[in-house]
């Protein structure tokens, strides 16, 4: 897949765009029977069903009608357009309530989140969010991801730092899954019947006593899995990794705030 990146436009345009500020606006005359949320809608939908290549300005209008120019008088190009078409995305997610559950459940539930928001529109994960756009949609998902790991004892940076690495390996399952659907697609066969087609060939070549542990390791997971990649075993596997490591670096804090604690309570006499 192409990667797209967000924030590649006009910024000031962009932020007026995305909060919907009436200074944005720059149609002149009377109204027209589109709106900025009409264009974001169809090209999301476009996106959806062919991907984001599809995208461009003579497609959507396409799609809504109209000429072409027409829609520079809503979204000045394509970089804006992504922009209002991810944070749109954003808004429109499911969110979880997941108040007095243990944390782990919590941050599990803002993963699932997110791998849903790729099932959903699967053009999202192939989009890099370095410089997110700061619209509505962002900030409200900032704000409720943030939450879940909120009162654990970790630092503003450590919580930043946890939510990046999550949505950054939920982002990366997407793309995986994505890139196996594809090879299924381009060769016509599932996984199974890929390596029964090429098993005479990889007998020949995958010598045991050349390779005995990838041979070995290979097969095993070949044989637990159904294929070389199961997808969905490394998202589930990958998580709980991640969740392991919040949890060290969780008890981590809560010691040593522990111990700040106790030192802080001495009664100072010698």
């Known amino acids: 897949m192409a990667t797209e990146r967000t924030s590649a436009g006009d910024p ?4 007026h765009l995305l909060w919907r500020d009436p200074a944005a606006d720059r149609r002149r005359g009377p109204r027209r029977g589109l709106s900025v949320d009409a264009v974001v809608e169809a090209a999301t ?3 959806d069903t062919e991907g984001l290549d599809a995208v461009t300005m003579r497609r959507v209008a396409q799609e809504l009608g109209v000429v072409p120019m027409t829609l520079y008088t809503y979204v000045p190009g394509k970089a804006e357009l992504l922009d209002l078409m991810l944070d749109a995305a954003y808004a429109r997610m499911p969110r979880a309530e997941t108040t007095g559950q243990p944390w782990r459940q919590r ?3 803002v993963a699932e989140e997110n791998r849903s928001l790729f099932e959903r529109h699967p053009w999202a994960a192939s989009v890099s969010t370095t410089r997110p756009p700061l619209g509505p949609g962002q900030m409200a998902k900032y704000e409720h991801e943030l939450s879940v790991l909120d009162d654990l004892g970790l630092s503003d940076v450590e919580m930043d730092d946890c939510l990046s690495h999550l949505l950054t390996f939920v982002q990366a399952c997407a793309r995986a899954k994505a ?3 594809a090879a299924q697609h381009d060769s016509a066969m599932n996984d199974e ?3 029964e087609s090429n098993a005479p060939l990889l007998t020949r070549v995958l010598d045991p006593e050349v390779y005995p542990t990838a041979v070995r390791v290979g097969a095993a997971a070949g044989a637990a899995h159904g294929s070389a990649y199961h997808p969905d075993h490394a998202y589930e596997f990958g998580l709980h990794r991640v969740l392991d490591a919040f949890a060290a670096l969780i008890d981590r804090s809560r010691s040593v ?3 700040a604690s106790t030192r802080g309570s001495g009664s100072g006499v010698e």
């Open 12 to 15: 000031a345009r962009t932020l």
């Open 45 to 47: 939908a476009v996106a």
């Open 107 to 109: 941050v599990a539930a």
């Open 179 to 181: 890139d196996a659907r």
């Open 193 to 195: 019947q890929w390596w």
């Open 257 to 259: 705030d522990a111990s």
